[in-house]
């Protein structure tokens, strides 16, 4: 089964006034909604746009695997285990809130960043916060997040290129720049898919394309 969920159809927040503009694919925050709270492992997926200056003030989290994705600019984070890090697009950010964690994230570059985070629930709470870059991911090397049961793949086929899609219980697809064709549906920037019981699907490039695949097991 096949769930599109287009970009436009987003919940809009942030705070546009300080230079932030968010939109939730997922129920978030203000923006409850009960028949969206979770894909598979996947509990949300922000795409977060900050003006030069702007950024999230210190803040906290648990018990989350937050994965992050820089699309354009230039993303600072720092956080309460001492990590300081500049990600940019390319780069796969991971921060493991486990038992407790605080961080910041800003844009301290001088232009516009765009990026997403996606939230992962952990198959088991606690642990130790646990924080790591990784600097320009290829399409032939899956990203592995065992502690939510999942796998991150990154595609970028070319126009008319032919990408298959992981078999798994749960795959979100969300579509970072270009069109695919995927079960039928033409989907643009910022579009996703949610599929179920995936076999033998795949996605076909429009225009060449970047696409973010998280392969996740059944419960």
Same mark, same amino acid.
């Given at each position: 089964?096949?769930?599109?969920?287009?970009?436009?159809?987003?919940?809009?927040?942030?705070?546009? @006034? @300080?230079?932030?503009? +968010?939109?939730? %694919?997922? +129920?978030?925050? #203000? =923006?409850?909604?009960?028949?969206?709270?979770?894909?598979?492992?996947?509990?949300?997926?922000?795409?977060? &746009?900050? %003006?030069?200056? %702007?950024?999230?003030?210190?803040?906290?989290?648990?018990?989350?695997?937050?994965?992050?994705?820089?699309?354009?600019?230039?993303?600072? =984070?720092?956080? +309460?285990?001492?990590?300081?890090?500049?990600?940019? #697009?390319?780069?796969?950010? /991971?921060?493991?809130?486990?038992?407790?964690?605080?961080?910041?994230?800003?844009?301290?570059?001088?232009?516009?960043?765009?990026?997403?985070?996606?939230?992962?629930?952990?198959?088991?709470?606690?642990?130790?916060?646990?924080?790591?870059?990784?600097?320009?991911?290829?399409?032939?090397?899956?990203? %592995?997040?065992?502690?939510?049961?999942?796998?991150?793949?990154?595609?970028?086929? +070319?126009?008319?290129?032919?990408? @298959?899609?992981?078999?798994?219980?749960?795959?979100?697809?969300?579509?970072? &720049?270009?069109?695919?064709?995927?079960?039928?549906? /033409?989907?643009?920037?910022?579009?996703?898919?949610?599929?179920?019981?995936?076999?033998?699907?795949?996605?076909?490039?429009?225009?060449?394309?970047?696409?973010?695949?998280?392969?996740?097991?059944? @419960?």
């Amino acid at each position: 089964m096949t769930d599109v969920r287009r970009a436009h159809g987003r919940f809009q927040g942030g705070d546009p @006034a @300080a230079g932030i503009e +968010s939109r939730h %694919a997922f +129920s978030f925050g #203000p =923006h409850y909604d009960p028949d969206n709270l979770r894909f598979g492992a996947v509990i949300a997926c922000n795409e977060e &746009r900050l %003006a030069p200056g %702007a950024g999230f003030g210190e803040h906290p989290h648990r018990h989350t695997e937050i994965v992050t994705w820089v699309v354009e600019g230039e993303l600072t =984070h720092r956080d +309460s285990t001492g990590h300081e890090s500049v990600v940019r #697009p390319g780069d796969v950010q /991971r921060l493991s809130a486990a038992s407790g964690v605080r961080h910041v994230e800003r844009n301290d570059g001088p232009g516009p960043l765009t990026f997403l985070q996606m939230w992962l629930a952990p198959l088991e709470p606690g642990g130790d916060p646990f924080y790591e870059v990784v600097r320009g991911v290829a399409d032939s090397t899956p990203y %592995a997040l065992p502690e939510a049961g999942a796998v991150l793949h990154v595609r970028r086929p +070319s126009a008319g290129e032919r990408t @298959a899609l992981p078999d798994a219980a749960y795959v979100y697809a969300h579509v970072v &720049r270009g069109e695919v064709l995927l079960d039928g549906a /033409r989907l643009g920037p910022g579009d996703a898919a949610r599929l179920t019981d995936t076999r033998d699907a795949e996605a076909v490039a429009v225009t060449g394309a970047e696409l973010l695949l998280w392969e996740m097991r059944g @419960a």
